[in-house]
């Protein structure tokens, strides 16, 4: 069955950065895109950005621009999202998901990525 | 950016009623339009893509409906397990986003 296993929860200071995983298994990874979406504690859910494997290309949200890394290991069947700069309000649940091109099919379980000095 | 607008931003229902909730978007995204489904400490669920297409196990109780900006999502006599948070998000441009959220709870 498809799923998709993201690392855990994460702490870090203003002015780091932070590198989520997403291992992926059931299904073909190089077929479907990833993309990746944060929610905030008590907020809705924020698009941040999309990987696509064919291609190799990568398209972000304007917010994120300039901040988000999203990276790519076949090998493992793993999917990578690297946000620099933290900021205190970068506190939120980051989720990878699979898209067959209509809608995210499949999520992760999330990781909590707290922010804080 | 295509903003998407949901209302009402919290619907008060008893279980057996009927749910109606509304996304607009900014643009048109034709019918590149999906609901999704959350409940508290979990990811959200794909409900409906393609603005009316059922996902794999959805009961047939949800459906969508709408194309260009207006759109909605219909629950047709609420379980127990329906009260929950309800997200649109468009697909149509190389940019994706999410509606900010319809609240369906207990009145």
């Known amino acids: 069955q498809v799923q998709l296993v993201q690392s855990g929860a994460e702490v870090k200071k203003p002015g780091a950065s932070v590198k989520i995983s997403c291992k992926a298994s059931g299904y073909p990874f190089n077929s479907y895109y990833m993309h990746w979406v944060r929610q905030a504690p008590g907020q809705g859910l924020e698009w941040m950005g999309v990987?696509?494997?064919?291609?190799?290309?990568?398209t972000f949200a304007q917010n994120f621009q300039g901040r988000v890394t999203l990276t790519w290991d076949t090998s493992t069947s793993t999917a990578y999202m690297e946000l620099s700069s933290l900021r205190s309000e970068d506190t939120a649940v980051y989720y990878c998901?699979?898209?067959?091109?209509?809608?995210?099919?499949?999520w992760g379980q999330g990781t909590l990525v707290t922010v804080s000095s | 950016e295509i903003v998407l607008t949901q209302s009402p931003g919290t619907l008060s229902l008893s279980p057996g009623e009927r749910a109606t909730l509304s996304c607009r978007a900014s643009q048109s995204v034709d019918s590149y339009l999906a609901w999704y489904q959350q409940k508290p400490g979990q990811a959200p669920r794909l409900l409906i893509s393609?603005?009316?297409s059922r996902a794999t196990g959805i009961p047939d109780r949800f459906s969508g409906s709408g194309s260009g900006t207006d759109f909605t999502l219909t629950i047709s006599g609420l379980e127990p397990e329906d009260f929950a948070l309800y997200y649109c998000q468009q697909y149509g441009g190389s940019s994706w986003t999410f509606g900010q959220g319809t609240k369906v709870e207990i009145k």
């Open positions: 990987f696509n494997p064919g291609p190799s290309r990568t």
């Open positions: 393609g603005a009316s």
């Open positions: 998901a699979r898209s067959p091109s209509a809608g995210n099919d499949y």
